[in-house]
């Protein structure tokens, strides 16, 4: 079966927030704007998870949905088959997406004021989720080597405060498009160990790996951390289902995963979309060709984007992914001021991108550009870009 990653889809008007929501967060209109921040993709979902709504549709009734174990059952099968790490389906709790998760995990196992450890720059929902829960941020920075950032476990153990509890570890990581490998792994989950610390480690960019590189599942790699562990896995970001608002959290320990449990019932969020169980169920059963075709799809309009935004904008300088479709990109040495280049970027090339202040400290003069879309899309972009700074 082939798949159309080039079709154009309008979806404007459409209450997208990637699309409909850049007015208000970006100052830039879908009417004569390209979105490229929001971390969703412009292409179709599977053609079988069309097909599971379209049916479900079509009966007519949308009462109240029971009876997950057949969505655990995918999940964890999903994961054995594409991370050769297979959890047991009683270790999966279904939550209303990762966020969600992040902090539920952050009330049932820290209290107001304690510290959250972040490895910065990292997703932008992290401090959010923090701050909502009034609990209060420690950024770590991580180091910028050769052009890959890795953790300085050495300055954290320096700078972090005795009142921290949680760790929240992105990986694939978020900005900057990192594959951890097993041995970075090994020494977070040691730091937590030693440190009595509970590691709460999002997953969810797992599938979108490029070639030479793969996924190392935190738990598979240190089975011993499983007492203080929680991973956060879901379907939503391999196959453009976010705004279903499902995902997992994936605990082992009977313990933690009671006390999980118990505050996702407190909190009244065990109780889901029918239409969004059955899209992540079926996009983990029936999505397998659909990613292996989107995969190189993305890998090429990584490398588009990396070989033509240095001509674009001279002074550019991507980060090399290895994972998401996120590029990260450095305007530092571009020779014009944080505000002037992001103003250029919006009122001059039409363009809404992401921030990088909003992934903390370490982002101050860097972008995300969301490079999921049709090339032509791509295309327009960099053909606006260099109109604007050539």
């Known amino acids: 079966m082939t798949f159309d990653f080039d079709r154009i889809i309008d979806r404007r008007n459409t209450h997208s927030s990637k699309w409909d929501g850049m007015a208000a967060a970006l100052g830039v209109t879908a009417h004569d704007a390209l979105p490229l921040w929001v971390a969703e993709m412009d292409f179709s979902a599977p053609p079988a998870v069309q097909q599971a709504l379209q049916a479900e549709i079509d009966r007519g009734t949308y009462g109240y949905y029971t009876g997950d174990h057949t969505w655990r059952e995918a999940m964890s099968a999903w994961l054995a088959r594409r991370h050769q790490w297979q959890p047991d389906p009683d270790w999966i709790t279904p939550t209303p997406g990762i966020v969600a998760a992040l902090g539920l995990a952050l009330q049932a196992f820290s209290e107001e004021n304690d510290h959250v450890v972040v490895f910065s720059p990292a997703y932008h929902a992290f401090g959010k989720i923090i701050a909502a829960n009034n609990r209060r941020i420690h950024n770590q920075p991580m180091i910028n080597e050769q052009g890959r950032y890795r953790m300085d476990f050495d300055g954290l153990a320096k700078s972090m405060p005795a009142d921290a509890k949680v760790v929240f570890f992105c990986s694939p990581h978020n900005p900057g498009g990192r594959v951890w490998d ?135 300088r991507p980060m090399h992914l290895e994972a998401t479709y996120l590029a990260w990109i450095d305007f530092s040495a571009i020779g014009m001021p944080r505000k002037d280049f992001m103003a250029a970027i919006r009122d001059r090339a039409r363009l809404g991108v992401s921030p990088g202040p909003q992934f903390g400290p370490g982002g101050e003069d860097w972008i995300r550009v969301n490079f999921a879309t049709p090339r032509s899309n791509l295309e327009l972009a960099i053909t606006r870009l260099s109109e604007t700074f050539c």
Request: hydrophobic share 45%; glycine share 6%; with cysteine.
């Open 182 to 316: 097993a041995e970075e792994i090994r020494q977070l989950c040691e730091f937590c160990i030693e440190r009595d610390l509970l590691l709460i480690s999002d997953e969810i960019h797992a599938d979108l790996v490029y070639s030479g590189c793969r996924h190392r599942v935190t738990a598979d790699v240190v089975p011993e951390i499983a007492r203080r562990l929680i991973t956060l896995s879901g379907a939503t970001k391999t196959f453009n289902l976010a705004g279903t608002h499902v995902g997992g959290a994936i605990i082992s320990d009977p313990e933690i995963r009671k006390r999980f449990r118990a505050m996702a019932a407190r909190s009244g969020l065990l109780s889901f979309s029918t239409l969004g169980m059955i899209a992540t169920e079926t996009a983990q059963r029936h999505g397998d060709a659909w990613l292996d075709a989107l995969l190189p799809y993305l890998e090429a309009n990584r490398d588009y984007l990396a070989a033509e935004i240095v001509k674009a904008v001279p002074g550019a």
